[in-house]
């Protein structure tokens, strides 16, 4: 149990275009889901926290209008990169806060990631 | 906030050695302390975790230790394999009720050589 799934795996798309990248909890629901970016041989950085039902919190140095996140349910969050720009290009992963062992919730399940190129 | 240690950056080890990689924290309200591991690529998965009121955790060949005093936590791998190799993150957070936004170390790679 406990999976969450990244669509797409992967992309590639060319300066100014959008992409839309989203994040299920396949079997559980998450009223919260976050946003890393990761460079590579690097740690997670945290972009921001989405709750289901209401906006995103930032992590500072992320520009909002840039990452779009919509959390329209409680399995279901996206995040939009607009006007994507070649320093844009990364391995985007999520995460859904979900359920731990018995009467915690605390466990943090991570999607396979995606790797968007901007070219 | 929050701010995670984490050392060394690189860990290379022979096939059957133990390995250790150890974790500070500053935040002393912090109460779950996950390792996740992750593997060229992949996404990051959960090995083992532990939280404030346990001072070790075991589960085969991997263990936790908690040093609530001294803010600082070590994950022990024995007879390391090589399939082991990958990167290792732990992270510091507020769990079961608390803010939980985790904030993860930068990293530990691991290197087993058969």
């Known amino acids: 149990g406990a999976v969450v799934s990244q669509h797409p795996s992967w992309v590639i798309c060319k300066s100014g275009t959008s992409v839309k990248i989203e994040c299920r909890s396949l079997?559980?629901?998450?009223?919260?889901m976050f946003w890393y970016r990761q460079f590579p041989k690097q740690s997670l950085m945290l972009m921001a926290t989405s709750n289901e039902g209401s906006k995103a919190t930032y992590e500072q140095g992320v520009e909002k209008d840039k990452f779009l996140i919509n959390h329209a349910s409680l399995t279901l969050s996206t995040l939009t990169v607009t006007s994507a720009h070649p320093e844009d290009s990364s391995f985007y992963i999520c995460?859904?806060?979900?359920?731990?062992?018995?009467?915690?919730?605390?466990?943090?399940?991570f999607g396979p990631g995606t790797r968007l190129t901007v070219l | 906030g929050e701010n995670v240690e984490q050392h060394p950056s690189t860990l290379s080890v022979q096939e059957g050695d133990s390995a250790v990689i150890k974790c500070t924290y500053s935040?002393?309200?912090?109460?779950?302390f996950p390792w996740y591991k992750q593997e060229l690529g992949k996404r990051p998965q959960l090995i083992i975790d532990?939280?404030?009121?346990?001072g070790e955790k075991k589960d085969q060949r991997i263990a936790v230790t908690l040093n609530k005093t001294a803010k600082h936590f070590s994950l022990h791998i024995t007879e390391t394999q090589p399939e082991d190799s990958a990167v290792y993150f732990c992270?510091?957070?507020?769990?079961?009720?608390?803010?939980?936004?985790?904030?993860f170390g930068r990293g530990t790679s691991l290197i087993v050589h058969p």
């Open positions: 992270a510091a957070s507020m769990g079961s009720g608390g803010s939980y936004i985790p904030t």
């Open positions: 079997d559980f629901q998450a009223t919260t």
């Open positions: 935040d002393s309200a912090s109460n779950y």
């Open positions: 532990i939280r404030s009121n346990v």
């Open positions: 995460s859904a806060r979900g359920p731990g062992r018995v009467g915690r919730t605390d466990t943090q399940y």
